[in-house]
């Protein structure tokens, strides 16, 4: 509300892989035009259907003069999966293992998708 409601500038913060060209792009809002609750809950949404990002904050910053407002889109990115290694198990349960586990080096890691591989690992067993 107030001048919050007609940002002139809108940032994201947080980003260490993602460049902030891209993240802005999936914010979908632009400064200077009146913002409402929906729009805000949209963008972040947006932010977090990307799988780039574990948390989402959105804040609000006034200049000291109060004339000016930034709305800051502070993001917590996910860790990258550099690889994937199977411990405890038999030699000959390794391969079977290895098999039930779908997630993709090089991306963001997905907890729901790691609990998903931990669940038809164990059905390995069962």
């Given at each position: ?24 792009g ?35 910053t ?44 090089g991306?963001p ?18």
């Amino acid at each position: 509300s107030g001048r919050c409601a007609t940002p002139d500038s809108i940032v994201v913060r947080g980003l260490s892989r993602v460049t902030e060209a891209n993240a802005l792009g999936d914010v979908g809002l632009s400064p200077g035009s009146e913002l409402t609750t929906p729009q805000i809950q949209g963008a972040v949404r947006r932010l977090y259907q990307t799988g780039q990002y574990s948390d989402v904050q959105v804040a609000c910053t006034l200049s000291p003069d109060g004339r000016t407002a930034t709305i800051a889109f502070v993001v917590k990115e996910r860790a990258m999966l550099a690889d994937v290694d199977v411990t405890g198990a038999r030699q000959q349960d390794v391969d079977a293992l290895r098999s039930k586990v779908d997630l993709l080096i090089g991306h963001p890691l997905d907890p729901a998708k790691v609990a998903r591989a931990i669940q038809r690992m164990d059905s390995v067993y069962q």
